[in-house]
Structures are given as C-alpha cells and as structure tokens.
C-alpha cells in the first residue's frame, strides 16, 4: 500500500469540471482557496505599488514627484489594502482553506457554502476601496484616526466607501473562522486528538477564535464612524461631544489582535516548513500549540500599548505596558522550539526551507525589537517614529508574509501538480530576504534618531535622506525578488515538471492524496497517527517523492 | 553585579548623537538612553544566540542534494529545557519592565517650579502662549536653558502630537482637552520639535523650533517679545511680520512662488490690488474692489482672508485654511498687509527672508 488516493489519478478539483462558472459557483474548499490566493495576490501587488510610489517619493528630502495630498493618499492606500486586502486573509482564507480540510482527511470546511460567500464578501470590500479611491480618495490612514475621519473639511471624499469596505470585510473574515472552528472541532479524522493536529491547525484554530471574537468590535466601531460622518451624531467628535480618544481605544481592540491574525497563521506554517524540510520530529509539540492559543488569549489584553502617548492615565500606561511583556514569552518559546527541531535533522535548504529560516532572523528582530516599544520609558521617545514602522514591518510583512511565501512554494506542488524551478526559487528568495532588510532596518535608525511617520517630505530633516535612499534601494531588490518569483511561479503553471504526491516528505494528510488532490480529496476519511513521525517514508525514484514504507501499516490497519 | 552593567550602558549627561540616538539635549534623555540601551544589548545578545545557533545547524545538518534517506534523530522534546527557556525571558522582561516603568515616571511627574507654556496646534503649526509675559510665539518656542518648562497642549482641530526628539519628549495633542508634557534643556542651542500624529495635508511641514537661551537674557527676551510690536512705526512692521508672523503661515504659503496648500505669498499684493484673482464662486476679486462694493479699500481682502478665510476661496485651491479669528491683535494684521506690500524687500527672489525682525539685513 503506497498511496490513500483511491480515485481515479486523472481526475483532479483542477479539471474535474470547466468553465469559469464552475469556479464562481464552486463550493470546494480547494478552488475556494485558489480563488482567494489569486485575488489576495493581485492585491499585494496593487498595495506594493504603492509601497514603490512612497519610497521613491522619499529619496530626496523635498519629495520627488508627489504633492503632500497626493503622499497621504499613497500611504493610506498602501496600508488599508496591505492590512486589510492582503495579510489577514492571506494565510487564512488562501492557504488555509486549501489546506485545512486535507489535513483533516476530510471532504470541504463544515459550511461550503459559506465559504464561498466568504470570498463574495472580500470581492465586494475590494470593490469598496476602489470605489474610494474613485469617489474622492482616502488620506485618513488605514487607522480612521477621530476627529480627522468625520471632518469633512479635512479628510477626503472616500472615507465613507472605505470604511463600508472595511466593515464587510470583517464579516468575511469572520464567516472564515467561524468555518474553521467548527471544522476543526467537528471534522478531525479517527487518532487525530487535539494533540496530535498538525501545528498548523493549532495556529488557524487560535486565528479563528480572534477572528471571530475581535472583528465584531471593530465591525461596530467603523459603523459608529460612518454614522457620525454621514449624520453628525457626536460620538468621537469632540466639537460634537464626542471623544477622539475613545475611537482608539475601540479600534485597537480589535487592531492589536488583528496583528495576531496575521503572524500566527504564519507561526503555524513555519512549524510545518521547519519540521518537514528538516525531516526532524517537531519539538516541543505541546509548548508550540499552547503558544499559540496563550499569544492569541494575551493578544485581547494589549490594545493600550498603541495609546501611550495618548494621553491615557499613568496607571493604565503602567499595567498595558506589563501585559504587553507576556505576548514576548510565547513569541520566543516558538522561536526556541523552531530551533530545536533544527538540531541534528536533516535540513534541505530549498526554497520554502530559505522563506522558513529567513522567518526566524526576520521575526527575531521584529521580535526583540517590540522590547523597545513595549517599555514606557522608550516607547514615548519612539512612538508614530519610523522605529515603529520597521518594528511591525519586520513582523507584519517580513515574517507574515514572508511566512506566506513559504507556505505558497511549500504547498506550491500540491496545488498545481507542478514543481517550480528550484534554482530561481532560491535566487528570488534570497533576494526577498537581502531587500527586505536593506529595506526596513535603515527604518529603525532613522526612528530612533528622530523621523516621524507619515511624511511626504523632510527638508527640515535632510540628515535622514541617507536612510531613505538605503531603503528605497532595498525596496527595488525586495521588488525584483517578487517579480522573479511571479515569473517562474506562473511558467511552472504551464511548463512546471509534474509533481509527485509528497515531494519533500511531508506526513500530514494533504501529502498522501495525488497532486493536485483529487475532487472530493480522499474517498474515505482516513485514519492518522503522529503527523511529524518521518520514519514511515521512503524516497521513491519512479515517483521523484516520498512514499509510504512498504513493510509499515498505515494508522488504522493494525492487523489488517 | 548591576551597577557594573549601569557603568557600561550609562552615557555620560548630554551625551552626542550616536549610532541608534540623536543628541542628549535634556535632562530626562540620559535615563531614556540607558533604558534603550540596555534593551538593545539584550537584543543582540539574543539575536546572536538564535541566528549563530541556526547558522551552525544549517551548515553542520545541512542535507546533501542527493541525500533522501530518512533517518530518525533527536529528542521531540525535553521539558526541563522548555520550561527554562520559557521563564529566563520572562524574568528578563519582568526586569525591562520595571526599569522602563521608572524612568517613565521620570519622563511624567513635572517638578512643581516648572515654567509654564501654553501650546495650541492647528493645521499646520504650533502657537506658543507664555501667560507670565503675555507674549505669543508663532514656530518658536523660546524656553531659559537649566529650568523645568512644562508645556500644557490642546488642538483647535484634529490630533497632533508634540514631539522634541532631543528631549525624548512626546505627547498627544488633543481638541476639546488638556494634555501636557515636561522637560529641561541642558544646553543653549535650537532644537527641532515636530508634529508626529497624521493630521492632514501639511503634516510633514508643521515643525516649530525651540530656542533654548540662557536664563538671564530670558525675562528680556519674552518682555520684549511681549510688546515689540506695539511700539514700532509702519516702516518696521513687515520685518517684524516676516520673522514673528508668517511662520503660522509658511506650511501652505511659500515665498516663492511655489504652488502650496494655499497661494503664494509672492506677489500676492499685485494681484490683489490688480483684482485679477478668481474664486471658486467664479466671481473676480476686481467686481468686490473699488467705492461701493463689497470690500471697497483691497486691504479688506486681506483682512477677511486672514479672518473669515471661507468667505471667498481662490480657484484651484480646497479652502483649507483655519480662521484667525481672535488670535491676532490689530495691529499684527496691520503688520502682514505691510508684509504683504512690501515683500520684495524683506525677501530675496528666491523665496529668503532677508532681513531680522530689527529690520537690520540678515546674513
């Protein structure tokens, strides 16, 4: 017994049924997940533009071809698309949905149908933001900071479609988590006890649980604003009564768990890639699953670490800043336990092992460097500086991202059914990796000596061009990192090799149906053992991947 | 143990700039940088541990290309490890904590002789209002070197922040209520203070300068700040306007004639009195100009522009301006419409202020 596929090979959820409508009306899980890694990718890319317009804006000092206007719209563009569009559906709704059931030896996610709406719902929060863009354009920041939103004489026309968008693209999320919990509680397969789920399921299971409790918060929170916008009841106005500071509050209740929701998805493929690609029992199993629910149960309690030049009392400084220190403890017991699996396995420094080791230098800054911003005494020297804008670069796209981009080229094969080049895999990750830094750790120096964020030029400032011009440097390396791996990702889709099962010997579940998986993924739902014990496979040479053992019964055959 | 630590990361008071920090400049700096300080040394120490011990893995278990055995090695955990690792960092951070705490309570609790100094923002500037001299400061801040001053801030409009990088100071600045922020310059010098909550348009332009001046000129200084208008003759009004006024103007208004927020102060009064300026009501200023009409004399103009600033709206620009209302004595918008007559002679043609608010010409 080799393989668990018992469908037909042939037949796959790529050409089972044609047509496009088949793909719009579709309710499989994996044509779901495709649908969104499409659009979330075509996002990134609109968002990375205008990433490219703000730095080469900043290269000299009095701005090189944006009007200040024209700068604000670019950054807050950059960040609503970048935060909303791109990272917290990323891993989740794409990879996530791809993947998810499989791992569970299931058919679909318990609600299909729902699904599908879900990604409905992200097209229509999309077309909102368009519309902004097109009614007036958005310059408030992807933050809606209070009074500044609801002035109509300062900010510009499409806050309100914006927000619109915002808010049904919170919905989607939540339908997403709400899908996943229920999935993972009712859909596990016969031997999978909680202990014995891949980590990745341990990391969306904790996601889902913030999707599903924060985004109500801000859902109404953004309702609030359009409400006051749009009929001048005083909520956060204080010309009308209101207060500004209380918007931040709300916003960040959900905004800092939001943060959470984008890295452990990202943690959760990083434990795969690390444990796989090193064929080494993961280490730790129980500590890394127990981080993730501590740092999404820790993450609810950190919001006023965003306010502490706001104004808020002392004593509230004092007690936000303490609990912000416990989100570190979880963070660095991952970063250890990754480590740990490192030691004495077998590492192959392939293209998704480049993405998952670059996580860990990525993440170790990002990390450590939350230090400073957690501690009062720093904070308030730091705080809305260009510190602060490499700190949550480093987490937010250096290793959630990054950590999507490892899922996609670990995944990739079992997606397409086609291997991509390895060689220029490892030549564009190596570059993601060297533009990233250049790019965001000239951030921190410049924050620390003294750059606020958010300016559109800095002729009172002209010391810092030095930095500026180092970052945008990186940023072009960063962007021909991306566009080399846009190109021989899509040229494998047509001239890729065909790809075995289990190529890197993987031995969680979506590595034991045919790449691409087969329509309804696995006949029967079977049953599973320990999903980071390597040694029930063999390299096969026929197939260019891992089988199963021929003398070692599968989980569930004992006797058989 | 810890005063040895203390004595490494300690910088010596008004310390310069360095790698990560820019100058020391005020009292409670040197207790900031040795929080940071010590923070970073604890970065490296933990980065080098983490990327040495994956760069030894990587190379000493690194996979040959055709190696595809799979061979079982390794623990799959060790609790006692784990739960080391998990406590040393918490009680490092529990220490971080404790020490950031301290200084924070440094940063807020202002000594009770502190020098007071009313701060407003407004799109896009900073207004500074001593109460004890009765003096108003438009993009400078002028504060005696050696004593506490304590800034209490509010906004007219929407969020800014107050921050002086060499002080390590910020704070929010906020419409509808107070906040406030100390500090205690150690040296004479000028110090840049800039504006660090998103607020719009000119953001990047709304800058003010602290001048720190030595304690026995400063009582001169202010009186004199106070009043200086008062006395001057209308010859001298448009340096004094230059230098004192039109920084509450320059993040829009440039001087040479460049398109900003709002229109040039070059050759503004040529247009004005020509009357050739549209609206966006698509009326002409020369239909409001001369006996009989709306604003008959063209310094009207001015006045109700600096005053009511809606009222007429010159095409291509949004009518972003905030009204003045109440803010300017009558004899400081004298000062501007004599600024505004008399530019060519204040400025050079590229947009230089050319002479100091004693009229004397500038270097």
Same mark, same amino acid.
């Given at each position: ?121 992200? %097209? ?18 992807? @933050? ?126 990083? *434990? ?37 030049? *706001? ?17 570190? /403890? ?23 092992? %480049? ?113 500026? %011009? ?63 014990? &390597?040694?029930?496979? $063999? ?22 | ?25 005020? @009292? ?47 623990? @799959? ?42 701060? @407003? ?65 150690? $040296? ?7 504006? *660090? ?31 200086? &208008? ?68 063209? $310094?009207?103009? /001015? ?42 002679? %204040? ?17």
């Amino acid at each position: 017994m080799s393989t668990l596929t018992t469908t037909n090979s042939n037949d796959n959820y790529l050409n089972h049924t044609k047509g496009i409508l088949s793909w719009l009306c579709t309710v499989d899980h994996k044509r779901i997940g495709i649908m969104y890694l499409v659009c979330v990718l075509f996002a990134f890319f609109l968002g990375g533009v205008f990433a490219m317009l703000l730095r080469f804006q900043l290269l000299t000092p009095e701005g090189m071809f944006l009007t200040q206007d024209q700068y604000n719209q670019a950054f807050t563009m950059h960040g609503a698309i970048m935060v909303f569009l791109v990272i917290i559906p990323a891993v989740p709704a794409a990879l996530g949905n791809f993947v998810l059931p499989i791992m569970l030896g299931a058919k679909d996610v318990a609600f299909p149908k729902l699904n599908l709406f879900s990604w409905y719902l992200w %097209i229509a929060g999309l077309v909102f933001f368009l519309l902004a863009l097109a009614t007036g354009g958005l310059d408030t920041g992807w @933050t809606f900071y209070t009074p500044y939103s609801i002035d109509k004489a300062s900010s510009m026309g499409g806050v309100i479609p914006a927000l619109i968008g915002a808010f049904i693209l919170g919905f989607s999320s939540i339908f997403t988590g709400m899908n996943f919990i229920v999935t993972i509680h009712r859909l596990r397969p016969k031997g999978m006890t909680w202990f014995r789920m891949p980590l990745f399921l341990w990391a969306t299971y904790a996601t889902a649980i913030i999707q599903v409790l924060a985004t109500p918060v801000v859902g109404i929170t953004l309702l609030l604003l359009i409400v006051e916008r749009s009929m001048g009841i005083g909520i956060f106005d204080p010309a009308m009564g209101g207060d500004p500071v209380l918007y931040q509050h709300f916003f960040w209740f959900y905004s800092h768990p939001a943060v959470y929701i984008m890295i452990l998805p990202a943690m959760g493929i990083i *434990s795969e890639l690390i444990s796989v690609h090193s064929h080494r029992h993961i280490f730790g199993y129980k500590f890394i699953a127990y981080s993730s629910i501590a740092i999404a149960m820790f993450g609810f309690i950190v919001w006023g670490h965003h306010m502490f030049t *706001s104004g808020q009392s002392q004593l509230m400084n004092i007690i936000f800043s303490l609990v912000t220190f416990s989100v570190s /403890i979880p963070s660095a017991v991952k970063v250890f336990n990754w480590l740990a699996t490192l030691y004495k396995g077998s590492i192959s420094l392939n293209t998704p092992m %480049i993405y998952g080791l670059s996580f860990i230098f990525i993440f170790a800054i990002g990390g450590l460097t939350g230090l400073h911003l957690a501690t009062l005494a720093t904070d308030i020297h730091l705080h809305d500086s260009y510190f602060v804008v490499a700190h949550f670069h480093y987490v937010m796209m250096g290793s959630a991202l990054i950590g999507f981009l490892g899922g996609i080229h670990h995944w990739w094969p079992k997606m397409t059914g086609k291997m991509y080049h390895e060689g220029w895999g490892r030549v564009a990750a190596i570059l993601v990796f060297i533009g990233f830094n250049v790019t965001f750790f000239s951030q921190f120096m410049m924050g620390s000596k003294g750059m606020p964020r958010r300016y559109a030029t800095y002729a009172e400032m002209p010391e810092f061009q030095v930095y500026h %011009i180092w970052s945008t440097a990186g940023s072009v390396i960063l962007a021909i990192g991306f566009v080399i791996c846009a190109i021989y990702l899509l040229q494998s889709c047509f001239a890729g090799k065909k790809a075995p099962a289990n190529p890197w010997g993987g031995r969680s579940l979506e590595w034991q149906c045919s790449s691409p998986p087969p329509w309804d993924n696995f006949a029967e739902q079977p049953e599973v053992g320990d999903c980071y014990d &390597y040694s029930v496979l $063999e390299w096969n040479e026929e197939e260019q991947g891992y089988v199963w053992k021929k003398d070692v019964l599968h989980p569930g055959e004992a006797n058989g | 143990m810890f005063s040895i630590i203390s004595s490494l990361l300690a910088t010596p008071q008004g310390n310069p700039e360095n790698f990560w920090l820019p100058k020391q400049a005020s @009292t409670v700096a040197q207790s900031v940088d040795f929080t940071f300080n010590l923070i970073t040394w604890i970065c490296y120490f933990f980065f080098a541990l983490i990327v040495i011990a994956m760069l030894v893995f990587m190379i000493k278990y690194r996979r040959k290309s055709n190696d595809h055995e799979i061979v079982v090695t390794g623990p @799959t955990h060790n609790t006692a490890l784990e739960v080391t690792w998990t406590v040393l960092p918490l009680l490092l951070v529990i220490v971080i904590f404790i020490v950031g705490m301290r200084g924070y309570l440094n940063l807020r609790e202002a000594p009770a002789d502190c020098y007071e100094v009313q701060v @407003t923002g407004q799109k896009w500037s900073w207004t500074f209002s001593h109460p004890k001299f009765g003096a108003i400061e438009v993009g400078e801040l002028t504060v005696p070197v050696g004593k506490p001053v304590r800034l209490l801030m509010t906004s007219n409009d929407v969020l800014h922040s107050l921050w002086i990088p060499d002080f390590r100071v910020k704070m929010d600045v906020i419409p509808g209520r107070y906040t406030s922020l100390w500090f205690e310059a150690l $040296e004479v010098g000028e110090y840049l203070l800039n504006c *660090s909550e998103y607020c719009g348009t000119d953001h990047s332009k709304m800058f003010a300068m602290v001048r720190v001046i030595p304690q026995e000129d400063f009582d001169k200084t202010l009186t004199k700040l106070a009043s200086e &208008y008062e006395d001057m003759s209308l010859g001298e009004l448009p340096a004094y306007a230059i230098n004192r006024l039109y920084n509450r103007c320059k993040s829009c208004h440039s001087l040479d004639g460049s398109i900003g927020t709002g229109p040039s102060f070059k050759g503004l009064w040529d247009r004005v009195s020509r009357g050739d300026t549209l609206f966006t009501s698509g009326e002409e200023l020369s239909s409001l100009l001369g006996d009989a009409t709306f604003y008959g004399e063209p $310094e009207n103009y /001015i006045r109700e522009s600096i005053l009511n600033p809606q009222a007429h709206i010159v095409q291509g620009y949004l009518g972003s301006m905030p009204s003045f209302q109440g803010q300017l004595k009558e004899k400081q918008i004298t000062a501007f419409i004599e600024m505004f007559k008399n530019l060519n002679e %204040i400025t050079t043609a590229e947009g230089e202020i050319s002479v100091n608010p004693d009229g004397t010409p500038r270097q």
